[in-house]
């Protein structure tokens, strides 16, 4: 489970213009999310409080052989009012989705001007977060320099390390059609550098006109299936001044964007060529409620291979059925206003049959004075049923293999989604399997007031005793 503390950062990122996913270390960040999942381990409690739009806490206690536990702390320099601290109104797709759809990217109008001409202060932030009882330190700093500009410190103070501990300087520059990072380490005297360049998707309207055109290219009927989305290229080089050694990597990523009409997916490919590793993952959101991921890995030296398959699916507070929607459309049928309602007969319904039609009027009928005037009176004439047009289902309807919602507009469908998607998921059930079959099982949501997280590790090759880890974690935030 995502902790508190992570989600508070974000919402400082996303308070002050910065865009995380726009890295490449974030590369196969939607991938790792559905296939490698941790697990909980023991019972685990948190205890987190964001006491003012500046200051948050966290206290966590947990088992595993031995209670420890950790002291969190976090200060803001910008108010982080845009924040759901209350555990019973946080998000869960915000806490808890592995499949996240890309950002768009920021807009750099000047020096001085964040996206959407909103003057930049240097904000910071200081996070500390303190184990007990082995007396480890962790420390993160972050300092926003300019809207594309971002210093990054953290640091680790442990006894066993070499030296007793390692700090890490990071510092990280967006310009939003491409971002460059530069790293330096006191573990190894190691130094690093990593670039991202986007291209396709919104990169063109960066350098156009501010207001951003609404149409994505599925808009025409003959580009209605064309995928709309962003292509990424980066690569990173490191060494090591101490132990005189280096590596590197390349990456490139697909990935759709929010605007993109039809089935959300991102497709990466990394290569190590010192290692002569390999490596593909594909997402894809199969629906809103499911998502899937596999990851295969491919070794040119040694001809070894390796794969992974991942899924999340989630679970409705109130899932309708398909039997109860078409009660739901013939209810909605028969109190349309004006619209006749005919039942059958009891004789029909004792023979199993519809009623007979009735007869068609017959023009010759009324060449017929007195007698067939009189009958009209009595008799009404017959009310022809016009058929109501096939209403297409919307796409949203057909992703989740179900009806529409009755006297509803499809076009309001994603405008009432977003407003409601936030608190119609009560947990999402994760699940990955890899070819040492090696399970990993996952059942997080909400209960009351409380966040909990279920999962246990398998190892189907040792049937004897399977389960490797099992645990629980709850949490709890106001």
Not at 323 to 349: C, H, I, Q, W, Y
């Amino acid at each position: 489970m995502r902790e508190f503390m992570d989600y508070i950062q974000s919402a400082f990122y996303s308070a002050t213009g910065w865009n995380r996913d726009n890295s490449y270390s974030s590369l196969n960040a939607t991938s790792d999310a559905l296939l490698n999942f941790p697990t909980p381990r023991g019972l685990r409690l948190t205890l987190s409080s964001l006491a003012t739009p500046k200051f948050a806490t966290s206290y966590q206690l947990g088992t595993v052989g031995i209670v420890d536990g950790s002291i969190s702390y976090l200060y803001s320099t910008v108010p982080l009012d845009d924040a759901i601290a209350q555990s019973d109104k946080i998000p869960l797709p915000d806490l808890l989705r592995s499949y996240r759809p890309l950002a768009e990217l920021p807009r750099r109008d000047g020096d001085g001007d964040g996206e959407g001409g909103r003057v930049l202060r240097k904000d910071s932030l200081a996070y500390g977060r303190l184990y007990l009882p082995a007396s480890m330190l962790e420390a993160l700093l972050v300092r926003r320099v300019s809207p594309a500009l971002q210093f990054q410190l953290s640091a680790v103070s442990d006894q066993t390390l070499r030296n007793g501990g390692t700090m890490l300087g990071m510092v990280q520059y967006d310009e939003g059609r491409y971002t460059v990072e530069g790293l330096a380490s006191s573990d190894g005297g190691l130094l690093g550098v990593r670039g991202l360049y986007n291209f396709g998707g919104d990169v063109g309207h960066l350098n156009g006109p501010a207001q951003l055109t609404a149409t994505n290219g599925n808009g025409g009927n003959g580009e209605r299936e064309r995928i709309y989305g962003r292509f990424s290229t980066g690569a990173e080089l490191y060494y090591g001044t101490l132990n005189k050694s280096g590596g590197m990597s390349l990456g490139a990523r697909f990935a759709t964007l929010p605007t993109h009409n039809g089935t959300p997916l991102t497709a990466t490919t990394t290569i190590n060529p010192l290692m002569g590793t390999i490596s593909w993952t594909y997402a894809v959101m199969a629906g809103s409620n499911c998502s899937l991921a596999t990851k295969m890995d491919f070794n040119v030296y040694s001809y070894e291979s390796d794969w992974a398959v991942g899924m999340e699916l989630w679970r409705k507070k109130g899932a309708w059925s398909i039997n109860r929607e078409m009660e739901g459309l013939d209810e909605a049928e028969a109190l349309v206003p004006g619209k006749p309602t005919f039942e059958r007969s009891f004789e029909a319904k004792m023979d199993w049959r519809l009623d007979d039609p009735l007869p068609a009027a017959d023009p010759i009928a009324d060449t017929i004075p007195d007698a067939t005037a009189n009958l009209a009176e009595i008799v009404p004439p017959p009310t022809v049923m016009v058929q109501p047009k096939k209403k297409e289902r919307s796409f949203q309807a057909k992703m989740e293999w179900r009806l529409d919602d009755p006297d509803v507009d499809p076009t309001e469908i994603s405008s009432a989604n977003e407003d409601g998607a936030d608190d119609e998921y009560s947990g999402v059930l994760k699940a990955r399997l890899d070819q040492h079959l090696r399970v990993g099982l996952l059942w997080e949501g909400r209960v009351k007031s409380l966040l909990f997280s279920l999962g246990s590790s398998i190892d189907l090759r040792r049937l004897d005793s399977p389960f490797r880890t099992l645990g629980l974690e709850v949490q709890f935030s106001s």
